[in-house]
């Protein structure tokens, strides 16, 4: 489990630190159990916090390093989580640095799954990882990969940039010839910043490079007792990160770091007598000596910014194309998909019919915007080329985003359309929008976001409700009546 981790009394390979760190107190001696690295906090000097402004003078002495490197590695041997992106990264790593087919494949893995891993729990991502690999075990395959395959199988992972970028990553590193194997060349891909071009040339390749994510971040400020604002002297983690990689085991060491904040050194509840390092945890050599002190004070908390409100008018369009019936709830319809723009918020994607209203309108101020909508964009005047068999508001959902959020009023609309299908048929302004109507079996099946499927799962539990039956309230006069033929 992700937060179980328990440190072995099982001796271990780990690299030796050097003689004079043999040599020093018990204190600092390599730790057979994590509580026996506790420093005696009484026999030193007071620690004082660092202030903001001396994070730029901030550095590891020689032996820290070491010790760091040492007791961390040693840590990682025993406790790192089996996860399926580090048995393919670690499964050709015997077969010696010339096999560049196993590289590849080792970064390929590494870079799937940190993409992946964005904004996004380890758990939830493992099976999307899995089912990636077997649909695409190479970048090759991901190369003749269409978008819209990409985006079903990214479906509810949100950020759906990042998938984006995976695919046009992938093509232009297949076209090139060769994938890229330093921090400098693979910045150059499409998608891939200073954090996965860190990872991939540290795990896939071994170039001593540091990585820096949110884990990282924070244990490093608790090992200096950092209290600046991490956004703003972010250079100097990266810089701090980079003098701890272990040079002979660069990959190892980085996961063991950001294993170590994801299980360990945890943002609210640090386990402090597990961590391998805690006797050079400045944070807690305070936290010791202070009773208003609290290791979880580093680093410091950056408030976020309030997520724009905003509102959307949703329509779930659906055109009926079977027999001319009664019924409002038909099974052969068609709905209508509108392709959002290649650029902004869920580029790319496919959502049912939307128009941002600004404030929290009417349901006739909606409607309105609604229709004009659909007049403009497809010359679907509701009230001239259809029918409209049913038009019913469903309700509200509200979506949030990383700085947005959205409620929908959602609404379904059944039309019938004078004349056919072919009054759709034109062609889209390329320039503005695409669109297309499919049917409900390819709907289901789509790559739509989490937003979209809400959406029509409000649609589907709708219908259902209406299409059963109303069940006949007992009345006194019933009851009075079966009684009578009961007594017969």
């Not at 790593?93 to 590289?103: A, H, L, P, T, V």
């Not at 990689?245 to 299980?263: C, H, I, K």
Request: aromatic share 8%; hydrophobic share 35%.
């Amino acid at each position: 489990m992700d937060g179980d981790v328990v440190y072995s009394k099982k001796k271990t390979n780990a690299a030796a630190v050097t003689s004079s760190s043999s040599s020093s107190s018990s204190s600092r001696k390599r730790p057979r159990r994590i509580t026996s690295t506790k420093p005696n906090y009484k026999e030193k000097e007071e620690v004082e916090a660092p202030t903001a402004s001396d994070i730029e003078d901030f550095s590891f002495s020689g032996k820290e390093t070491l010790e760091i490197r040492a007791f961390l590695l040693e840590w990682y041997d025993l406790n790192q989580r089996d996860l399926p992106w580090r048995r393919i990264s670690s499964s050709n790593e015997g077969k010696g640095d010339n096999d560049e087919e196993g590289s590849e494949r080792r970064a390929y893995a590494v870079w799937v799954s940190e993409v992946m891993l964005q904004q996004t729990r380890v758990q939830a991502v493992i099976g999307y990882f899995n089912r990636w690999m077997q649909k695409w075990p190479t970048l090759g395959h991901l190369a003749r990969a269409s978008i819209e395959e990409v985006n079903e199988m990214w479906a509810g992972l949100g950020y759906y940039r990042r998938a984006r970028y995976l695919l046009e990553g992938a093509k232009k590193i297949v076209e090139e010839g060769e994938f890229p194997k330093t921090v400098s060349s693979l910045r150059k891909v499409p998608g891939i910043g200073d954090y996965t071009a860190g990872a991939i040339a540290s795990i896939a390749f071994k170039e001593a490079v540091p990585v820096v994510d949110g884990n990282v971040v924070r244990v490093v400020a608790r090992l200096k007792a950092i209290s600046a604002n991490p956004k703003s002297t972010i250079k100097n983690f990266w810089k701090l990160s980079g003098q701890l990689v272990d040079p002979s085991r660069p990959g190892d060491f980085n996961q063991a770091l950001m294993e170590l904040g994801a299980t360990v050194c945890t943002p609210l509840s640090p386990s402090c007598s597990l961590c391998p390092v805690s006797a050079h945890c400045r944070a807690l050599s305070l936290a010791t000596q202070e009773s208003s002190a609290q290791v979880t004070d580093y680093p410091i908390k950056v408030v976020k910014s309030k997520p724009r409100h905003d509102f959307s008018a949703v329509t779930v369009v659906e055109i009926l194309e079977g027999k001319d019936t009664t019924d409002e709830l038909q099974t052969d319809g068609r709905f209508l998909l509108v392709k959002r723009p290649e650029e902004g918020l869920l580029a790319g994607l496919w959502e049912f019919p939307s128009v941002l209203v600004g404030v929290e309108a009417d349901l006739a101020t909606r409607r309105h915007a609604i229709d004009q909508f659909l007049k403009m964009s497809f010359k679907l005047d509701l009230k001239k080329s259809c029918t409209i068999v049913l038009r019913e508001y469903i309700g509200e959902y509200v979506h949030v985003f990383s700085h947005i959020r959205l409620k929908m009023y959602v609404e379904l609309l059944v039309i019938r359309l004078k004349g056919g299908t072919h009054v759709l048929h034109g062609k889209p302004d390329s320039k503005t929008m695409a669109w297309k109507s499919v049917e409900t079996k390819a709907l289901s099946s789509m790559g739509l976001t989490s937003g979209v499927r809400k959406v029509y799962s409000m649609i589907q539990k709708f219908k259902q409700d209406k299409s059963k039956p109303i069940p006949v309230k007992a009345t006194k006069k019933n009851i009075v009546s079966k009684t009578k033929q009961n007594r017969c």
